[in-house]
């Protein structure tokens, strides 16, 4: 196939990663090279991909969220202008197929008439995009697809979008095995270092709990870093900077125990399967995706729910989680890798791939021209679809191996 790949373009491509997305986009484009497709990547300069590049911001832009509104409403205006010159380009060029990686509305009204994957790596928390498909009198184009990155993002977009499925993210699992000693009463953090990644709940929650502590991530938000987390490192807790993944394998896997913090609605979490693959099982506060990535079918114990991943803290409070960090911390580095093995990036692709070439079909079959018979959700989230638009659940099974399951009609 032909592939387009839209993203977003705050930041580049490029290791060190600046967060979940862009790592995703990056391993998404080089395997579907690897397989044997023909890829272009419309990102920001200094990307680094084996897709040919199409760059479409400078590389020596920066988004700056601390300037004034009227500043913000600039720099939003260039960036949605360079959107629309890839979305023209792909327009008028011979692209079989686009995933939308972007977190932008403009693909949703400008490629209606090209079939079109798009990932939802938020919640729906994108002001343009909601208002673009909360609007009276809106329908999504029948070539368009959306697929959530967990179960949990698919029920939430599900009364905004119709037949959302569910592809959980997938990393080379093989990539995390690495053999480091493991440091006894250490607890590790990494993620974008912003307030709702929750540092400032993990770190009190690892000293009540008697661990050290090493923080690794880039710092999104400098105010929130000087401020509230500056002051809370110390001899025990150790902020190593912004590694790249050259580093966070002997990073994940040096810890007993890797604290997850979100305190919104967390989509997925990649650093939460990276450290699972690594063999350090998980502790996580329990909001978002993160409690089905380690607590499928889980019981409770002492109040806890205690998965044979980690353990989930039954509230915010930091000794809550200081309870699930000592409970994790026991659980056999074995079945932490053993439940990583359902989020392989070969088991995802496969399930891409089978999406993709289900929206050719129906380009194919003319389903452009029933268009109008596909409308959004109401309020209750009831939905009319075409006839091929049928339901289904992706999801990665044991061994990595991607499966799809139809759910109800």
């Known amino acids: 196939m032909r592939i387009a790949i839209l993203c977003h ?3 580049p491509i490029a290791e060190p990663f600046q967060g979940g997305t ?13 397989r044997g ?27 700056v969220f601390a300037a004034t509104p009227l500043v913000r409403r600039q720099q939003a205006g260039f960036l949605a202008e360079a959107s629309q010159h890839s979305l023209d380009l792909i327009a008028a060029g011979d692209w079989d197929v686009v995933i939308n990686n972007s977190l932008s509305s403009l693909p949703y009204r400008g490629l209606r008439d ?63 095995r ?7 009463r250490l607890a590790v953090w990494a993620a974008r270092i912003t307030p709702e990644k929750g540092l400032h709940i993990a770190i009190p929650a690892a000293r009540e709990a008697g661990f050290r502590m090493r923080v690794a991530g880039p ?25 790249g993944h050259d580093a966070l394998p002997a990073f994940y896997a040096a810890g007993s125990v890797f604290v997850a913090s979100p305190v919104w609605e967390e989509p997925f979490g990649l650093s939460v399967v990276e450290a ?63 439940q990583a093995a359902r989020f392989s990036l070969s088991g995802m692709i496969d399930a891409y791939e089978t999406e993709l070439e289900r929206l050719l079909e129906r380009r194919r079959d003319g389903v452009a021209s029933v268009q109008g018979r596909v409308r959004r959700a109401d309020a209750r989230g009831d939905r009319t679809r075409h006839a091929a638009d049928a339901p289904v ?9 991607g499966r799809l399951v139809a759910v109800g009609g």
């Open 9 to 11: 373009l705050h930041h």
């Open 22 to 34: 862009e790592a995703h986009t990056a391993m998404l484009a080089d395997e579907l090279v690897r």
């Open 37 to 63: 497709h023909d890829v272009t990547l419309f990102a920001k300069e200094g990307s680094r991909t084996s897709a040919a590049l199409h760059p479409l911001v400078p590389g020596d832009f920066e988004f």
């Open 114 to 176: 090209l079939p079109m994957m798009t990932v939802l790596h938020t919640p729906p928390t994108l002001d343009d995009v909601n208002a673009l498909v909360d609007a009276p009198g809106w329908s999504p184009s029948p070539l368009h697809s959306y697929v959530a990155v967990s179960p949990r993002n698919a029920r939430a977009w599900a009364p905004r979008l119709p037949g959302v499925l569910s592809i959980p993210n997938g990393i080379p699992l093989e990539r995390w």
């Open 178 to 184: 690495v053999d480091v000693p493991r440091e006894q």
């Open 219 to 243: 710092i999104a938000d400098p105010r929130y870093f000087a401020e509230e987390i500056e002051p809370l490192l110390g001899d025990d807790v150790e902020y190593v900077g912004h590694l």
């Open 276 to 338: 699972l693959a690594s063999g350090t099982p998980v502790a996580t506060l329990p909001h978002g995706a993160v409690p089905e990535l380690v607590a499928p079918g889980a019981g409770t114990v002492l109040g806890l729910v205690r998965p044979a991943a980690g353990a989930v803290a039954v509230d915010d409070a930091p000794v809550s989680l200081a309870a699930a960090i000592r409970a994790a911390a026991a659980v056999d580095p074995a079945v932490a890798r053993a």
């Open 393 to 401: 659940l992706v999801d990665s099974v044991g061994g990595g191996e």
